[in-house]
């Protein structure tokens, strides 16, 4: 157990529809950041927060969107789904920012578009 | 920014080395390189993290030549329960901190 945690673990919704992914990170952990993986692109890295603010940005659609709050847990919003947004998504989080931080990864939440 | 590849899958036996190469050829002055497992329905879980030469800890030892263009991850005597993708993760720097993995390979172990 990493000690992140990650609700739901899993979503079936439909196409153009909206969903809420949410992340609690290790206690003491200030950044958080959102992993897509799916079959054919592996693990694509979309976003990172830390404490509060934005502070990388991967290859994330513009339909997706990422907060991380004062409490520091984080969500991920993707709208409009389309099929190719069926994927495994992963929350891992930190300590601190950089490169050289051992990310901790949830267990994931697999959403199915229909 | 550093574009990561690995070899697709490999199989050994129980109680022999293995060794997964990453190949980074871009990377930049200060990444660093860490691997990860992940077992199915799993998150990746770190496995070791490295700058430059050689790294051990108590499960790996990770090998980064001069160049840093590769990096091998070396997991001695593995047993069945190693069955698991392996993925290196470099962390890019262009402005902004990224993070790429590599493509991962997939570690069958026979007994």
């Known amino acids: 157990d990493s000690g992140v945690t990650q609700t739901p673990k899993h979503l079936i919704t439909a196409t153009g529809q909206r969903v809420t992914l949410r992340c609690s990170p290790r206690s003491g952990d200030l950044s958080v950041y959102w992993y897509q993986q799916s079959l054919d692109q592996g693990l694509q890295f979309l976003i990172q927060?830390?404490?509060?603010?934005?502070?990388a940005k991967g290859n994330i659609l513009e339909r997706f969107s990422a907060q991380q709050f004062p409490d520091l847990h984080s969500e991920l919003n993707l709208s409009s789904l389309e099929l190719g947004d069926s994927a495994l998504y992963f929350c891992?989080?930190?300590?601190?920012?950089?490169?050289?931080?051992?990310?901790?990864f949830g267990p994931g939440t697999r959403l199915l578009v229909l | 920014l550093a574009k990561t590849t690995q070899p697709i899958s490999m199989d050994s036996y129980e109680g022999q080395e293995v060794n997964i190469t990453c190949s980074h050829n871009?990377?930049?002055?200060?990444?660093?390189i860490t691997w990860y497992q992940q077992f199915p329905s799993q998150g990746p879980r770190f496995i070791i993290q490295?700058?430059?030469t050689k790294v051990t800890n108590e499960v790996a030892s990770l090998f980064i030549p001069a160049d840093r263009k590769s990096s091998t991850l070396s997991l001695p005597r593995v047993s069945l329960s190693d069955t698991a993708v392996y993925y290196c993760?470099?962390?890019?720097?262009?402005?902004?901190?990224?993070?790429?993995f590599g493509t991962g390979t997939r570690l069958k172990v026979l007994a």
């Open positions: 993760l470099v962390g890019a720097t262009s402005g902004t901190y990224k993070y790429i």
């Open positions: 871009n990377i930049a002055t200060n990444d660093y």
């Open positions: 927060y830390y404490n509060g603010e934005e502070r």
């Open positions: 490295g700058y430059k």
């Open positions: 891992a989080s930190s300590v601190d920012s950089g490169n050289r931080e051992t990310q901790y």
